[in-house]
């Protein structure tokens, strides 16, 4: 029997036939974290601990980075609450974004922003520089981003989304995809994207 030829049974093979409803789940998990992110933000009390957690990073930071610091420092004395919940409110814009699957190429893009901007102020680049337990951890922020860059490639490689408002949407206006693709959108007739399955081995 030929090597990774598609019997049913493989696990390559199974992951290759499941591609378009797994992607999404994918969306969705990733949607379900966002959302409680931004959810927690008006309720855990984050605001409080956001200008000890800016300060806690300027403290910790090597000399080069005091400067970015100093700087979210004094916009946090001061305006803590409004920068909490304007975070909070992206995060669940993102996270109904994501669930929906509406306008992914915006929700992909501003999420990689958004999570690094986290990253970089109240998690302190994750703190590498750090002594003690903190150095061990490099951050959720790059997680994050780099889970969303994961999306954009698997938007970029299989195309539309068959299972989100985008495709609904484009199906009807196709120029949608100008905000929900970063490739092709779909026509009328088409049935969705074929997942990539690997070439036929030779002999």
């Not at 800016?54 to 004395?77: D, E, I, M, Y």
């Not at 803590?80 to 304007?86: E, G, M």
């Not at 306008?103 to 680049?125: H, N, Q, S």
């Not at 997680?143 to 949407?169: E, V």
């Amino acid at each position: 029997m030929v090597a990774g030829a598609d019997t049913g049974k493989g696990s390559t093979t199974w992951w290759v036939r499941h591609a378009h409803p797994l992607k999404t789940v994918f969306r969705l998990l990733l949607g379900v974290a966002w959302l409680t992110d931004g959810v927690l933000k008006f309720t855990s009390g984050f605001v409080n601990g956001f200008l000890s957690a800016v300060q806690s990073a300027k403290g910790s930071a090597p000399s080069w980075l005091s400067g970015w610091f100093t700087f979210w420092a004094n916009a946090a004395s001061s305006n803590a609450t409004a920068i909490v919940y304007t975070v909070g409110t992206l995060e669940i814009a993102l996270g109904l974004a994501l669930l929906f699957g509406f306008m992914r190429k915006i929700a992909y893009t501003g999420g990689v922003i958004l999570a690094l901007l986290i990253w970089a102020v109240p998690e302190g680049f994750g703190g590498p520089y750090q002594s003690g337990s903190n150095g061990t951890d490099i951050g959720t922020g790059i997680i994050y981003a780099i889970a969303l860059l994961g999306l954009i490639l698997i938007n970029a490689t299989y195309g539309p989304s068959r299972y989100s408002l985008d495709y609904a949407i484009e199906r009807r206006w196709p120029r949608w995809a100008l905000v929900a693709e970063f490739g092709r959108a779909p026509t009328k007739a088409d049935g969705g994207p074929t997942p990539w399955a690997p070439p036929p081995s030779s002999g």
